[in-house]
T-cell receptor, first 115, second 112 residues
Framework: NAGVTQTPKFQVLKTGQSMTLQCAQD?????MSWYRQDPGMGLRLIHY???????DQGEVPNGYNVSRSTTEDFPLRLLSAAPSQTSVYFC??????????????FGEGSRLTVL | GEDVEQSLFLSVREGDSSVINCTYT??????LYWYKQEPGAGLQLLTY?????DMKQDQRLTVLLNKKDKHLSLRIADTQTGDSAIYFC????????????FGTGTLLAVQP
C-alpha cells in the first residue's frame, strides 16, 4: 500500500518558471490538501479539496493553483515561481465524513528551491 | 484566523519526562492533535483529544487540555533518543477539520 506519493522529491527552478508538484493517494480518501513548511513557521495550508471537482483556499493560496479531476490525484501548480516559494511542500489526505477522525496522512515532501 | 503557538526547542536527558506546550486562539476547535515529524519525513499523527476531554493517556503519552486557557500539552514519559523529532500541535479552524492549522513545531532533542 503506497499511501500518499509525491513527486518530485527535489526540484530547483529559476524565477518565473512554472512547474507542477504531483500528489497521488491510493486510499480512496475524499479529502486532500497541500501544505508548505518553512523554518519557524510550521505548516501552512495552501489549498484543499473535499472531493473530485471541489477545491478551496487555505491560509496562503496566492501563487498556487490546484485542480481535482480524480479522487486519487491533487496536483499543485506554480504558475510563475518566486524565491518566496522556496519551501518544503507536503501533500496530505484523509477520509471525509463519518469515517474522519481528522487524522491526516502525509506524503514524504517535495523540496523546492527557486533561484 | 486561528493562531497556534509553540516554543521552538526543548532539550531533555534520556529517561526524563518531556512536556511540550501549545496555545491556540479558536475556542471552537473540536479536535486537537499532536503530530510527530522525524528528519526528512512527513508528519505522522501521534494522538488526538476531543475538546470535551481534559486528559488522554496513551502508553508513554499524556495529553492535557485546558480549554479555559486554550492550552494543550503533550507529556512524554521516559523519553528515549528515538523520540527526538519535531512535534506539532494542530487544531481545526472554526471547529471543522477541513482547515487544520498547525503550530510552529517544537524540536525535541534527547541527550543520551
Amino acid at each position: 500500500n503506497a499511501g500518499v506519493t509525491q513527486t518530485p522529491k527535489f526540484q530547483v527552478l529559476k524565477t518565473g518558471q512554472s512547474m507542477t508538484l504531483q500528489c497521488a493517494q491510493d486510499m480512496n480518501h475524499e479529502y486532500m490538501s497541500w501544505y508548505r513548511q518553512d523554518p519557524g513557521m510550521g505548516l501552512r495550508l495552501i489549498h484543499y479539496s473535499v472531493g473530485a471537482g471541489i477545491t478551496d483556499q487555505g491560509e496562503v493560496p496566492n501563487g498556487y493553483n490546484v485542480s481535482r479531476s480524480t479522487t486519487e490525484d491533487f496536483p499543485l501548480r506554480l504558475l510563475s515561481a518566486a524565491p518566496s516559494q522556496t519551501s518544503v511542500y507536503f501533500c496530505a489526505s484523509r477520509p471525509q465524513g463519518a469515517r474522519a477522525t481528522g487524522e491526516l496522512f502525509f506524503g514524504e515532501g517535495s523540496r523546492l528551491t527557486v533561484l | 484566523g486561528e493562531d497556534v503557538e509553540q516554543s521552538l526547542f526543548l532539550s531533555v536527558r534520556e529517561g526524563d519526562s518531556s512536556v511540550i506546550n501549545c496555545t491556540y486562539t479558536d475556542s471552537s476547535s473540536t479536535y486537537l492533535y499532536w503530530y510527530k515529524q522525524e528528519p526528512g519525513a512527513g508528519l505522522q499523527l501521534l494522538t488526538y483529544i476531543f475538546s470535551n476531554m481534559d486528559m488522554k493517556q496513551d502508553q508513554r503519552l499524556t495529553v492535557l487540555l485546558n480549554k479555559k486557557d486554550k492550552h494543550l500539552s503533550l507529556r512524554i514519559a521516559d523519553t528515549q533518543t528515538g523520540d527526538s523529532a519535531i512535534y506539532f500541535c494542530a487544531v481545526g479552524e472554526g471547529g471543522a477539520t477541513n482547515k487544520l492549522i498547525f503550530g510552529t513545531g517544537t524540536l525535541l532533542a534527547v541527550q543520551p
